[in-house]
């Protein structure tokens, strides 16, 4: 047995019986052997999740979906998707000899690591959700990370499964020759639109370089699209939803109707690339649709605080995700605040500019009545807010408590709106500050 | 008083946030009273580049860039006119870059700019790739102040000999070099992104007035409150330890 596997187990044993998670024991393992990843035994079964949006819903729906087809699942629940993170959960499901016991492995994979990890973490399918603008000055800019992934797919011979109605994912299939290649896709939907102010990607063909042509966007840039001098777009989804109900949070596909644990274009998709998971595994679909009914969004995903009025925290981290919150936001009936934490630390991106690309314009509502700006950079993100001439309801509180103290003392519904490294402190505060309303 | 501001290749040069710079332009030129004709420029579309007083391009990602390439080379006369009416350019990244000589990317291949001045730019090696906060010391229309920005780019500007300003941390036009961007009369170049605009109001004012100026001469722009972009930009000199 390996004294160092040893090592990193008792590590995390220990820690998980303080009641700490954390990335120790993958941090130890990496540090005495930096092929520790290489070195796993895995099953037959790995499914790696990568892409800009989505990673953390998807991956736990699909080892959910596993779960409930009766399949043993190891997965990095928590988002932990860095080399250190993907280490400690492989090392805490492993015996001495470095065997992962279980009938599957589902990974959601940072887009960078997976280049790095592609190989060592020997994959039998790859899910693939979006590519939209993230965090470019770690990741350099967003057609490297394509470039990268193109390289990775091309002697790729396992399942590979895209989400078709995104140009920029379809490109890999392109590069795809010897992997079995499956899609999803969403059909026209009553909020689909025909003009989009979101596209910033994939205005162009990738193959021929001339414009696409969109019969309707989703969100920003997903939609239908074609080219047509060389028909790419043109696909023949393995898993196509139709009849997307937002009144019911449900759709259909393959005449059986499904229903979404959130009601948004996003988790409709998260859905669609689950079906197909499952559809390429040859597991039950329809066991899919008690985990959709029943999956619980992660931390701070649409997650509410009781604080005087309710409070609804969510992450975002690129202008797409920033989009769709605040959409969610304004769906919300009634006035309230608004209050937005945003970091510029290694995770969340040391480039704020991505505030511009977001639309915030849309705060510019009646019913929202102040923004609080907190976190490292609550300067930048006021004065985003004041060029959409919001500077009336803007408000800089740079201490995270004190802001959260004064969404408590309006006495309105909230919504706090947090980058990466700023979720877990904000939420712990949430959830003292709630504390003080159960007494 | 009309601001005439043209905003080319906007839905492809649209890197980092670049579009925020013209929303500073065109607020604060409203904040004084001006009213702002925004107009866009696309592959392709006519337009008439001298009859504008501020010429605004940003960066965009290599693919982009390739594509706007011919576009704009053949557009050359028409910007020349614009630099002889006097209008004042504002470019940022890629923007910048091909105003110079030529672009020489990583295997060699030399692609021509449109040649205005005499800087040039190339592919860098891997690991100098600039990338960061930075922070400068402007000078431009005789005054001297601080700006800050976030520079991400691979490209090496050699041959300036006007930079925008002093790097006081950061890189600048190359890795790790002492100077940033480059500045005459009527042009201000720079890879500063954040974007470069909201936080530094001075180099803001200055475009505007350089704008103006070809209709209504020396124009005297009344302050507005700064608060925000002064705190902004200051949280980042602390940040970078060049304001104590």
Redesign the interface.
């Given at each position: 047995m390996s004294i160092r596997l040893s090592l990193v187990k008792t590590a995390h044993s220990l820690l998980s019986k303080a009641g700490r998670g954390g990335s120790l024991p993958g941090v130890l393992a990496l540090k005495m052997d930096p092929k520790f990843i290489e070195k796993m035994i895995l099953p037959d079964k790995v499914i790696l999740v990568s892409g800009t949006n989505g990673k953390t819903t998807t991956s736990n729906l699909i080892a959910e979906a596993l779960r409930a087809n009766g399949l043993s699942v190891v997965n990095n629940h928590r988002g932990d998707n860095l080399n250190v993170g993907i280490a400690t959960t492989l090392a805490s499901a492993s015996d001495n000899q470095f065997h992962v016991q279980a009938d599957a492995v589902v990974l959601e994979v940072d887009e960078l690591t997976l280049y790095r990890q592609f190989h060592a973490l020997k994959p039998s399918a790859l899910v693939i959700t979006n590519f939209f603008r993230d965090q470019?000055?770690r990741a350099?800019?967003?057609?490297t990370i394509i470039r990268k992934m193109i390289e990775l797919v091309q002697d790729f011979e396992g399942d590979l499964i895209l989400n078709g109605d995104d140009p920029n994912v379809l490109r890999l299939a392109d590069a795809a020759s010897h992997a079995r290649v499956h899609y999803f896709s969403v059909a026209e939907t009553l909020r689909s639109r025909t003009i989009s102010d979101e596209a910033?990607e994939g205005?162009?063909c990738p193959r021929c370089?001339k414009p696409l042509y969109y019969s309707y966007y989703q969100y920003s840039h997903i939609g239908r699209f074609r080219c047509p001098y060389d028909h790419f777009g043109e696909i023949h989804p393995d898993v196509l939803v139709s009849n997307v109900d937002f009144d019911s949070s449900s759709f259909t596909v393959d005449g059986t109707r499904y229903h979404s644990f959130v009601n948004s274009i996003y988790g409709v998709y998260n859905c669609a690339s689950v079906l197909a998971v499952c559809r390429a595994l040859g597991l039950k679909e329809e066991k899919a649709d008690e985990v959709f009914r029943t999956y619980v969004l992660n931390e701070g995903r649409n997650e509410v605080f009781e604080l005087s009025r309710p409070c609804t925290i969510n992450l975002i981290k690129n202008p797409t995700g920033a989009n769709e919150v605040m959409k969610f936001i304004l769906e919300q009936p009634g006035e309230k605040n608004i209050c937005i934490f945003l970091n510029d630390n290694d995770q969340d991106g040391?480039?704020?500019?991505?505030?511009?690309?977001a639309h915030f314009e849309r705060l510019n509502d009646p019913d929202v009545k102040t923004i609080v700006c907190s976190g490292r950079?609550p300067?930048?993100m006021?004065?985003?807010l004041?060029?959409e001439g919001l500077e009336d309801r803007?408000k800089?509180i740079e201490s995270a408590s004190e802001a959260i103290e004064w969404l408590d003392e309006a006495k309105l519904s909230s919504h706090v709106i947090s980058t990466y490294t700023a979720l877990h402190s904000t939420r712990a505060i949430l959830r003292r500050q709630a504390g003080r309303h159960q007494k | 008083m009309i601001l005439n501001i043209l905003w080319m290749y906007h839905?492809?040069m649209?890197?980092?946030?670049?579009?925020?710079n013209l929303?500073?332009l065109k607020?604060r030129a409203e904040k004084r009273g001006i009213d702002v004709n925004l107009v866009t420029c696309g592959i392709g579309e006519p337009c008439s580049i001298k009859d504008y007083d501020i010429f605004f391009l940003g960066g965009g990602?290599?693919?982009e860039q390739n594509?706007i390439q011919e576009d704009l080379l053949s557009r050359r006369a028409e910007i020349e006119e614009a630099m002889n009416n006097q209008t004042a350019f504002l470019l940022i990244c890629g923007g910048y870059q091909m105003f110079g000589k030529f672009y020489r990317d990583q295997d060699g291949t030399t692609v021509p700019g449109l040649a205005f001045f005499d800087y040039y730019t190339e592919a860098s090696s891997r690991d100098n790739?600039c990338?960061?906060?930075i922070a400068i010391e402007v000078t431009m229309g005789g005054e001297t102040f601080q700006a800050v920005g976030?520079e991400?780019h691979g490209g090496q500007t050699k041959g300036v000999t006007t930079p925008l300003g002093k790097v006081l941390k950061g890189h600048g036009n190359q890795y790790q070099s002492g100077y940033e961007g480059f500045v005459n009369e009527q042009v201000v170049a720079t890879y500063m992104?954040?974007?470069l605009l909201?936080?530094n109001p001075g180099i803001a004012d200055l475009v505007l007035k350089r704008g103006l100026r070809r209709t209504y001469g020396d124009v005297n722009l009344k302050g507005l409150d700064d608060t925000?972009?002064t705190?902004?930009r200051e949280?980042m000199l602390k940040r970078l330890g060049v304001l104590k």
């Open positions: 470019l000055d350099g800019e967003m057609e910033g205005k162009f370089g040391h480039d704020v500019s991505w505030i511009w690309d950079r300067y930048d006021a004065l985003r004041k060029y803007v800089v | 839905d492809l649209d890197l980092y946030g670049d579009k925020g929303q500073v607020t990602a290599d693919r594509l790739r990338i960061g906060n976030f991400n992104h954040g974007p909201p936080k925000f972009e705190r902004a949280t």
